[in-house]
């Protein structure tokens, strides 16, 4: 047999070994793993001398902003710049314009999405006040999940009151898909930006202050509540308190389905740096303490906080309130808006960490393919490398090293707070299903992505 590519003569990792050989992949699967005498020939060969090949990154968390915000980015230049950063799928959110909350919007995102898209996709649906009834339909049409944003963020999308949670809980719980949710408590987050207001206190550096780790924390415990209650699969986003990190171990080993994202900007960075990077860093829920930091890495590293994710959140520098030095050119942090490129960022950030010891790439494998594979319930089709999985691969070559620029990042708009951050380990290739997307930092590929649907109910019990 010829396969149609082969990758080999480089170090395959998984989430449990590490093994010299390589990966045949025919008809966008793997046929073959092993060892490189062991590998049939391929009409395209790679040499992976020197590199690793990881299964194909996911980036659980991004805003792609199509349809109606495509002027902050779209499924052709978000996909660009996720490729670029070493990343095979996206999960995409749902805040756009119409919001992504009727089977419809569904269709509608899959439609522009495909048309653009280099890299495999699934797609959130938003739950509010009013559209519980379009649950089902919702799931029926596509979806891979839910999201709830119980906290204010962008596009103020209203979440369901105590009452229609009841039923949203219910309903998602029927439809075995997670519910993913932005955990911030609006009424702790509104009193404390009034009064930090009212104290003229409007620097960068009073970010944090107005959504405290006790924001966060309130919400994650409501919802836990709710998903015991009702068996609903729950998925708290972007996860940045240490209190929110005990709440999530505690309710694991109290044997709930509850699971956790956190970022690179949550693990790398502390509000301080607001002093510097200002409107660059501004994100909702904010970055935090060391001590929050040091307990979100202890999770990652002990398996109670699943996955990393980057909640790429694009907007123009006007947006932001500053130039690409941080400066706040805006009266106040609180005219600015929240949010920052970062798929392309999130993987030659970690894999520093991993070059400086801080977690094994093997561990990184689990918590950047693996984990969010099983959290969306796209395992093992998805985050594996395995007979039959879909051939994604993310091939790194942990010697490089580069100083990240944010000028030539790919997104249509770049703020970034990592410009000018020197990394070791880059993704040097980037295969979907095949098909060979990125090479040596340059996207090559076509507009193959598709949206991805669960994994099918009998095998629901291997997620997690
Ligand atoms: O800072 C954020 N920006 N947090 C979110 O939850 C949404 C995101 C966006 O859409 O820009
Ligand atoms: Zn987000």
Redesign the pocket.
Known sequence: MTADLVVKNGWVVTSQETFKGGIAIADGKFVSIGTDDSLPGGKEVIDAKGRHILPGLIDGHV?FREPGLTYKEDFGTGSMAAVCGGITTVID?P?VVPPTADAEQVRVKQRLAEDKSLVDFGVLAVVVQTNTAEIFPMAEAGAIGYKIFFGE???NLPFPDDGMCQEAFANIAQSQLPLGI?AENRQIMNYWTNKLKSEGKNAPIYWEASRPDMCEAESVAHAIFFAEHFGTKLHVL?MSSKQAVHLVKEAKARGLRVTAETGPHYLLRESKDMAEVGPLLK??PPVRTRDHAEALWDGLLHGYVDMIAT?H?P?TLEEKGTDMTGKLLKPAIWDC???FAGVETGVPLMLTEVNKGRMTLNQYVKVASENPAKVWQLYPRKGAIRLGSDGDLTIVDMDKEAVIDANKLHSKNKPTPWHGWKVKGLPVCTIVRGHVQMRDGEPIGKPIGRMLRPISSSELKTQL
Do not use: A, C, E, L
Request: net charge negative; proline share 0%; hydrophobic share 25%.
């Open positions: 805003h959110m805040n963020t962008i596009g932005h972007h994100m909702n909640d959140s907007h808006v929240s949010g």
